[in-house]
């Protein structure tokens, strides 16, 4: 006989239905796009009046786009100037670093030989 009561039985649980009761996902793609009229076509996107379609992995502007090729020549030839000089500044940070360096070491031993010789001048006295 159990403690507190009748003993723990839980009720079942009824099953569960089906995830869909349509069969369109039995159908292969071209019998839907077919039946359906599910075509997508490329996605298009539209920003700040610049449309891009998205084609062959890559965004594409579309021929009514805003933008001319020689714009665009334009702004890759002020890109490749600018990381021309990122990469002069590069090297002249690299350098200034160098010679900060060596300027550190130099001067640390300077202070040494300086610490070295008053050592030396306070024994001989």
Same mark, same amino acid.
């Given at each position: 006989?159990?403690?507190?009561?009748?003993?723990?039985?839980?009720?079942?649980?009824?099953?569960?239905?089906? =995830?869909?009761?349509?069969?369109? #996902?039995?159908?292969?793609?071209?019998?839907?796009?077919?039946?359906?009229?599910?075509?997508?076509? =490329?996605?298009?996107?539209?920003?700040?009046?610049?449309?891009?379609?998205?084609?062959?992995?890559?965004?594409?502007?579309?021929?009514?786009?805003?933008?001319?090729?020689?714009?665009?020549?334009?702004?890759?030839?002020?890109?490749?100037?600018?990381?021309?000089?990122?990469?002069?500044?590069?090297?002249?940070?690299?350098?200034?670093?160098?010679?900060?360096?060596?300027?550190? =070491?130099?001067? #640390?031993?300077?202070?040494?030989?300086?610490?070295?010789?008053?050592? #030396?001048?306070?024994?001989?006295?």
């Amino acid at each position: 006989m159990p403690l507190f009561g009748s003993t723990f039985s839980p009720k079942k649980t009824p099953p569960r239905k089906s =995830a869909s009761l349509s069969n369109l #996902h039995t159908l292969d793609r071209s019998t839907r796009e077919v039946e359906l009229g599910l075509e997508y076509g =490329a996605p298009v996107l539209n920003i700040g009046g610049q449309s891009l379609k998205f084609e062959d992995g890559q965004w594409v502007t579309d021929s009514g786009g805003t933008t001319s090729s020689k714009e665009v020549q334009k702004l890759k030839k002020r890109n490749m100037q600018l990381e021309e000089e990122n990469n002069l500044l590069k090297l002249k940070i690299e350098l200034l670093l160098d010679m900060l360096t060596e300027t550190t =070491a130099e001067s #640390h031993l300077i202070q040494k030989e300086l610490e070295d010789m008053k050592n #030396h001048y306070k024994r001989k006295k």
